[in-house]
């Protein structure tokens, strides 16, 4: 059987940056062609990064990424790279009208290129658009109505782009219709707890299906919400996993693939699954043996839960201020644990000189809390000053004589205003400590502890914030180091410390209870009375149902956060603010 030694780039884009981009495809290409390969095999719009969003209508951008991509190509050949195909994706337009969809011809494509020897050997675009949870491909997009095949080295690889796979029939079922030898996949596929097994899963399958190996190379980093955790891999029409890349890191995977020799079966142009046309790329090259050294490409060890969803929660913060051109970050630090978890996540991210932490104690901030906002300091090495907000309090509350909840929050907004004057003042993005808990049922203060142009943890349930806490402390002893989080932060009762001897409590359900309601309400989209039926108090489940469906209004001002659960507050769940609808 003739080999095929492929790689597969698993890269950071940055949406919007066609340079960068195209000198990081230049990049991993040197190194594959370094490394032996044959076929090279960027992630899904590398070279626009992804998802562009409305960037998609703008007949600049999409202009700009076409003629970058041709620049590419003559780029490779200029480096000596022209020998190697490259398979990128990139931002097209369609060639034809699409009448079904009232798009006319050039409507914006997702689409993909193979570039050989300073050409644009062929181009094709996704078929399948996702229409779900994060995704508006259909405001976009028009489809691709191609199976694209790539013959090389005697073996014929056919390409697909992301929701191609993950929906039933179309270039799955094409491929093994036209006799593939290979199916290859490149794909912006977003992170979510415990994707990675519902990923290998779905590969196995569809290789299966195919009845050839399937290659998967996913791109890694994050844009605004999105999280990208690589974990591309290669697996056989038996399922067996050939290699696999690691979680959230950039890497180039490569291996050696035996492949069935390619046959002229089906002639170009043949109609195949979902009216797909069979469209053939010769680029030649005579078939190969095995080498004598294979690839060492190795399966990477798979992340346990906790540290997975860390590690994204680390990526997306980072990736948050470095692409949009911050140095570094300013945290309210209370001595609670939403913002201990915080501060950790971003000296992870960024470095502990570039985390910069604010105490704003008041008349009822605890000493404890205090202490241990200074000891988490210590602890991580971030920079610390202590700001009491006291004489700012008690000037507006000489103008105002305010009492109860008015009284409360303007604490919380006195801090607000403080973070966003340091920031202003010394150049900090600020970080936002709100969890998905509080932000579910609206136990948060608009302008105030909402303040932030990112929130880390804004997709992190309480009960999990707890957890995540405790691991970063395991982990820091296993790897010899200090622990970040004091333990009297992880163990004393959550407070907003806004009142004499005030707790979370005495507002809010047990947080082990809420939050497993919350997930049936907002993960689960069960209504009130199926939860109810599930086995909760009727009072409790009403009260919950009721603080979530009120608090719209809050969650749509704050600011962006990494998302890690199946439906994130946001892009995934969109409901109007102004509803009377009130039975879940």
């Known amino acids: 059987m003739p080999?095929?030694?492929?790689?597969?780039?698993?890269?950071?884009?940055?949406?919007?940056?066609?340079?960068h981009n195209g000198e990081e495809v230049v990049r991993l290409a040197r190194q594959?062609?370094?490394?032996?390969?044959?076929?090279?095999?960027?992630?899904?719009?590398?070279?626009?990064?992804?998802?562009?969003?409305?960037?998609?209508?703008?007949?600049?951008?999409?202009?700009?990424?076409?003629?970058?991509?041709?620049?590419?190509?003559?780029?490779?050949?200029?480096?000596?790279?022209?020998?190697?195909p490259v398979l990128v994706g990139y931002l097209g337009r369609s060639e034809h009208p699409s009448p079904a969809l009232g798009r006319p011809a050039g409507a914006p494509q997702n689409c993909a290129a193979v570039l050989h020897r300073g050409r644009v050997a062929t181009r094709f675009a996704k078929h399948h658009l996702p229409n779900y949870g994060v995704f508006d491909e259909h405001r976009y997009f028009v489809p691709g109505d191609q199976l694209p095949v790539l013959r090389l080295h005697g073996v014929d690889v056919a390409l697909a782009i992301c929701?191609?796979?993950?929906?039933?029939?179309?270039?799955?079922?094409a491929a093994r219709e036209a006799g593939a030898g290979l199916l290859l996949v490149v794909n912006g596929s977003p992170y979510e707890r415990d994707?990675?097994?519902?990923?290998?899963?779905?590969?196995?399958?569809?290789?299966?299906?195919?009845?050839?190996?399937?290659?998967?190379?996913?791109?890694?980093?994050?844009?605004?919400?999105?999280?990208?955790?690589?974990?591309?891999?290669?697996?056989?029409?038996?399922?067996?996993?050939?290699?696999?890349?690691?979680?959230?890191?950039?890497?180039?995977l490569v291996v050696?693939?035996?492949?069935?020799?390619?046959?002229?079966?089906?002639?170009?142009?043949?109609?195949?699954?979902?009216?797909?046309?069979?469209?053939?790329?010769?680029?030649?090259?005579?078939?190969?043996?095995?080498?004598?050294?294979?690839?060492?490409?190795?399966?990477?060890?798979?992340?346990?839960?906790?540290?997975?969803?860390?590690?994204?929660?680390?990526?997306?913060?980072?990736?948050?201020?470095?692409k949009n051109g911050f140095a570094s970050v300013l945290i309210g630090l209370s001595g609670g644990i939403d913002s201990a978890l915080v501060a950790a996540i971003a000296v992870d991210a960024v470095g502990a000189g570039n985390v910069h932490g604010v105490s704003m104690p008041s008349r009822y901030s605890s000493q404890h809390s205090r202490d241990d906002a200074a000891d988490l300091a210590a602890r991580t090495g971030l920079a610390f000053r202590t700001v009491p907000i006291a004489p700012m309090f008690d000037a507006y509350m000489a103008s105002l004589g305010l009492t109860g909840l008015a009284e409360e929050n303007l604490q919380s907004r006195l801090r607000g205003t403080l973070l966003m004057a340091v920031s202003n003042q010394e150049g900090h993005l600020v970080l936002a400590p709100g969890n998905k808990s509080e932000l579910?049922?609206?136990?948060?203060?608009?302008?105030?502890?909402?303040?932030?142009?990112?929130?880390?943890?804004?997709?992190?349930?309480?009960?999990?914030?707890?957890?995540?806490?405790?691991?970063?402390?395991?982990?820091?002893?296993?790897?010899?180091?200090v622990p970040p989080i004091p333990e009297n932060t992880i163990v004393k009762p959550p407070s907003a410390e806004l009142r004499p001897d005030q707790q979370d409590s005495d507002s809010l359900p047990d947080y082990d209870l809420l939050d497993t309601v919350l997930d049936l309400y907002v993960e689960g989209d069960r209504g009130r009375d199926a939860i109810v039926a599930a086995g909760f108090e009727a009072a409790v489940v009403d009260r919950i149902v009721r603080l979530v469906d009120t608090a719209e209004y809050k969650r749509r001002q704050y600011p962006p956060g990494p998302k890690i659960s199946a439906k994130g507050f946001g892009r995934d769940r969109r409901l109007p603010v102004t509803n009377r609808w009130r039975r879940g």
């Open 3 to 19: 080999n095929l030694r492929l790689a597969l780039c698993q890269i950071d884009p940055w949406v919007g940056d066609l340079v």
């Open 32 to 84: 594959a062609a370094a490394a032996g390969a044959r076929l090279a095999a960027f992630p899904e719009m590398a070279l626009t990064g992804y998802p562009v969003e409305d960037l998609a209508l703008r007949d600049s951008f999409v202009e700009a990424s076409r003629s970058a991509l041709v620049a590419l190509a003559s780029r490779l050949a200029a480096e000596g790279l022209g020998e190697l």
């Open 163 to 173: 929701e191609d796979i993950w929906q039933d029939g179309g270039r799955v079922t």
């Open 195 to 252: 994707k990675d097994d519902v990923r290998l899963e779905l590969v196995r399958r569809r290789a299966a299906e195919a009845g050839c190996p399937l290659a998967y190379v996913n791109m890694v980093g994050a844009q605004d919400e999105l999280v990208f955790d690589g974990d591309s891999l290669v697996v056989a029409p038996g399922g067996e996993v050939l290699a696999r890349a690691p979680q959230f890191e950039e890497r180039l």
């Open 256 to 322: 050696d693939l035996d492949l069935p020799a390619a046959t002229d079966a089906h002639p170009d142009g043949q109609r195949l699954s979902d009216g797909l046309r069979l469209v053939r790329t010769d680029l030649g090259g005579e078939p190969l043996p095995a080498p004598a050294v294979p690839a060492a490409a190795g399966t990477a060890p798979r992340l346990e839960d906790e540290a997975e969803i860390y590690a994204a929660l680390v990526t997306g913060t980072r990736a948050y201020v470095r």
């Open 440 to 481: 579910a049922v609206g136990y948060s203060t608009l302008y105030g502890d909402s303040v932030g142009a990112y929130g880390p943890i804004k997709d992190v349930y309480k009960s999990l914030v707890f957890r995540l806490a405790r691991w970063r402390n395991e982990e820091a002893v296993r790897r010899g180091e």
